[in-house]
Each structure stands twice: as structure tokens, then as C-alpha cells.
């Protein structure tokens, strides 16, 4: 099993930027993907950026130029710098990650909120 802690929402003024942080922990040797997902209440959940264990990367088209995805193998850790962001940004962000066997596992998720 692995254990994801997101950190780093909050509030944002349009523009602004913000930098989610997400740990795993426990089986962190099988972990391929990591990836963070959004979702505003009443929606589904949607990808938002993913990054395999080489670096590469795939974004939605909605954050595509602002937002960026970054691991850290090492210390098994993901990230996301949001910049310029929107009011269409907020959400509740969830980091995911997917072992090599298929399993997923998902974090507690984190607010971002982008208001004037």
C-alpha cells in the first residue's frame, strides 16, 4: 500500500500561483505514475497533470502553459506550480499515484481557492 499527503492549497488571487506538494510513503518502490486530479463539487474528477518515473509528462488542455508537474523519486514526492491561475481553478486537488501491479491510491486532497 502507499500513503499520499497533499499540502500546499489554499487561497489565491486570479494570477497568482500556487505549489502543491504530495508524499508517499509505504510501498514507494512500485509506484509508476504520479499524477494530480481536480474536482469541483458536483463534477467529476479530472486529470489534470500526470508524469511517469522517466519525467514524462501530460497535462489537460485547461492548464496546459501554466500549470507544471515535477517528481522526486528520490524522496517520492510530486508536485504541482500552478501559475497564472484562474477562478476555474478551484477545486479540491487530489494526488494519485498507480503501483506497478495497477493498483491506485489517492490523498485527502487539498483546496485551492482563486477569488478576488
Known amino acids: 500500500q502507499v500513503q499520499l499527503v497533499e499540502s500546499g492549497g489554499g487561497l489565491v488571487q486570479p494570477g497568482g500561483s500556487l505549489r502543491l506538494s504530495c508524499a508517499a510513503s509505504?510501498?514507494?518502490?512500485?509506484?509508476?505514475?504520479m499524477a494530480w486530479y481536480r474536482q469541483v463539487p458536483g463534477n467529476q474528477r479530472e486529470s489534470v497533470a500526470v508524469?511517469?518515473?522517466?519525467?514524462?509528462?501530460n497535462y489537460a488542455d485547461s492548464v496546459k502553459g501554466r500549470f507544471t508537474i515535477s517528481r522526486d523519486n528520490a524522496k517520492n514526492r510530486v508536485f504541482l506550480q500552478m501559475n497564472s491561475l484562474k477562478f476555474e481553478d478551484t477545486a479540491v486537488y487530489y494526488c494519485?499515484?498507480?503501483?506497478?501491479?495497477?493498483?491506485?491510491?489517492w490523498g485527502q486532497g487539498t483546496r485551492v481557492t482563486v477569488s478576488s
Open positions: 508524469i511517469d518515473r522517466r519525467g514524462r509528462t
Open positions: 494519485n499515484t498507480q503501483l506497478v501491479g495497477g493498483d491506485a491510491y
Open positions: 509505504g510501498s514507494t518502490f512500485d509506484i509508476t505514475t
